[in-house]
């Protein structure tokens, strides 16, 4: 008897029995071809948990009948590359499958450099972080591919759950299992994209499900029981968990309430609280801005509300603060004036104080020729308050304009004032 999960005996073990990925190594691939050809390159798979990475690697050894030696980053050692080192002089070449390289330490991917280059060793590395992060710059110029793999259709997976449930070597074909065609359309709905989840939540699902005569029956219930919070993967310190953070602020920032919540929601669910509201405080200021200076404290009450509330309740705040974002006026120009004054003081664009601008409170400052400054409250003007021409930039910058204000909400009126000093001064 087998106690193997599902997942791991539905392997594929030729690149034909791949389901999805078809962009990456479908028949019409250069991949694919060399593949069938006998050429195997070295090659960098990144992608989220469960969507094909160590399949892909499992199928090529198979079909190219290469010795094959998968290990994993965060247990192996360098031990055990020293062994596979050893087998290359025994073999010739082996494909080393690498699985999450990315915590392989500098010392550790560089000991594998001389055998890739020479091919003795074929790479294929796994990671579900960046490899433009977290992969030194050496191992990725010795991958001649570099793939990123999506998440499997809902099609894709109903055929991997099909092919399970009628395989009798591998699969679930030997039991009676009475299951619908829309029951296994739910299975594959909820198991987000993720092959590995699917077959898990299969196996589980028939393993729960109530038997009648040797027939095990599945039941609705079972499997709306068994596929909540399937979806939720985002790990903390992880690219997926920035990816999503990332989205929340451009869907925010293009005013996509639907697309905001749904990112909201995601992080929600992976409970870092301090990560998330860190951000929505800088989306108030970095993309409302000036076109609604009052948000940036609405926001920031939401923020405060949610650390003393924690989860589930914070969503409650979260959640008009993210709308009310969404639907507000919006402007970058005030951190985007800075940037670019920024940009000039590290550029060495820079220029001398004038005088009458430095600190003169104190005996000798009028020796030194620090006199002259207006005090602009002495010179009222209208409503506004005081203001007198005189120059404040240094003379190596004057004429310089690092602001330039946008007519959205609260920003227009900011722009009428901004408009009429700027006439003043030309005067």
């Known amino acids: 008897m087998s106690f193997e999960p599902l997942a791991y005996k539905m392997r594929p073990t030729t690149i034909d029995e791949i389901v999805g990925q078809r962009n990456i190594i479908g028949k019409h691939t250069s991949l694919y071809k060399m593949i069938k050809n006998g050429h195997v390159p070295s090659m960098l798979l990144y992608g989220e948990p ?59 991917q560089d000991y594998l450099l001389p055998h890739v280059e020479r091919g003795d060793i074929i790479l294929i590395g796994a990671t579900t972080e960046n490899p433009f992060h977290d992969v030194n710059p050496a191992i990725r110029s010795r991958c001649g591919q570099i793939k990123q793999l999506q998440r499997l259709t809902a099609s894709d997976i109903l055929e991997l759950l099909q092919r399970a449930l009628s395989d009798e070597k591998k699969g679930l074909g030997k039991l009676s299992i009475k299951i619908t065609d829309q029951q296994l359309q ?108 009052a948000l940036g404290n609405n926001v920031l009450a939401a923020v405060t509300s949610s650390e003393r509330l924690g989860l589930p309740e914070a969503r409650i705040p979260l959640s008009v603060a993210v ?60 409503t506004f308050g005081g203001w007198v021409k005189q120059d404040y930039l240094p003379k190596e910058l004057l004429g310089t304009q690092y602001y330039v204000p946008k007519e959205a909400g609260d920003e227009k009126r900011l722009a009428g004032i901004h408009k009429k000093l700027k006439e003043f001064k030309e005067q």
Not at 80 to 93: F, K, P, S
């Open 323 to 382: 709308v009310e974002m969404c639907l507000s006026s919006k402007s970058n120009s005030a951190y985007k004036a800075l940037d670019q004054a920024i940009s000039d003081i590290r550029n060495g664009r820079v220029g001398e104080i004038p005088k009458h601008l430095r600190d003169a409170h104190y005996a000798g400052a009028q020796a030194l020729g620090h006199v002259g400054y207006k005090y602009p409250h002495d010179y009222p003007i209208g």
């Open 50 to 108: 469960g969507i094909g990475k160590t399949s892909i690697a499992n199928a090529i050894a198979g079909t190219t009948k290469i010795p094959y030696i998968p290990l994993n980053a965060t247990t192996a050692g360098k031990k055990d590359v020293e062994a596979v080192v050893d087998e290359t002089r025994l073999t010739g070449q082996v494909i080393l499958f690498l699985d999450e390289i990315h915590r392989f330490n500098k010392a550790q």
């Open 186 to 293: 739910n299975i594959a709905g909820g198991s987000n994209g993720d092959a590995r989840k699917s077959l898990t939540l299969l196996e589980s699902i028939v393993q729960a499900s109530k038997k009648e005569n040797d027939v095990y029956i599945v039941e609705d219930g079972l499997i709306e029981e068994m596929v909540e919070n399937v979806g939720v993967y985002g790990d903390k310190k992880g690219t997926h968990f920035y990816n999503l953070l990332s989205s929340l602020q451009k869907s925010i920032r293009g005013s996509d309430v639907d697309a905001a919540l749904y990112y909201l929601a995601h992080l929600l669910e992976t409970g870092d609280l301090v990560a998330l509201n860190r951000r929505l405080l800088v989306i108030a200021y970095e993309d409302i801005g000036l076109a609604n200076t």
